[in-house]
């Protein structure tokens, strides 16, 4: 997990693999299929999350993962969608249980960003992250959300405060729907600026 934070994939692959090998888990399964994705092999990627989701079949982000190896694969759109609705149910059935769960509703919200439903997208959003306003998780989820739903006004300073919190750089690096995003000179200057104010806020702290 060290090495895929530090964009070192191909260290990170050999060491999940071996994990696996040695005892399949969920978590192993998964974290590995995030890697491959990033390496562009959709296909181990698809692969591998089918092997995690065989380990647990009522995890909606089992299905979520599958749906977003299968979107970045070709011809893989339609298939991508039946998970995502399958991933959808299951966080909606897990809402009911935990309504104020920021991580769940930034991941729901994520998924019906996905699919284009603004209307239930849009106000999980807003209560993922104002329940959770200084997670860099939650606000990168958000502001990748935004992204897919074209507002990127909204996206750029939540993703610019994720990364100056501290959210792994190299696997914003490596989001192909954020690709545009990332050129954008506006983030730039956000991400710039958000950087600034965190140096100046930890500087205060210590003095």
Do not use: C
Not at 7 to 18: M, Y
């Amino acid at each position: 997990l060290a090495d895929m934070q530090l964009d070192r994939l191909p260290d990170a692959e050999k060491s999940l693999e071996r994990s696996v090998e040695l005892q399949p888990t969920f978590a192993g399964f998964s974290d590995l299929a995030e890697i491959y994705k990033a390496e562009g092999d959709y296909g181990k990627g698809i692969e591998t999350s089918k092997k995690a989701l065989d380990l647990n079949q009522t995890n909606y982000m089992a299905w979520g993962n599958l749906g977003s190896a299968y979107l970045r694969a070709p011809d893989g759109r339609n298939e991508a969608m039946t998970n995502y609705m399958k991933a959808i149910d299951l966080a909606e059935g897990a809402r009911k249980e935990s309504p104020r769960d920021s991580m769940l509703l930034a991941t729901l919200a994520g998924y019906y960003a996905t699919i284009g439903d603004a209307t239930h997208a849009l106000p999980l959003l807003r209560q993922a992250v104002a329940l959770d306003p200084d997670s860099a998780d939650i606000l990168y989820i958000a502001g990748d959300a935004y992204e897919l739903l074209h507002k990127r006004d909204q996206a750029i300073p939540l993703i610019a405060k994720a990364l100056a919190l501290g959210y792994h750089a190299a696997q914003f690096e490596h989001e192909p729907e954020l690709a545009a995003l990332r050129q954008d000179p506006n983030f730039k200057k956000a991400l710039l600026a958000e950087q600034q104010k965190h140096l100046l806020d930890s500087q205060n702290k210590k003095g």
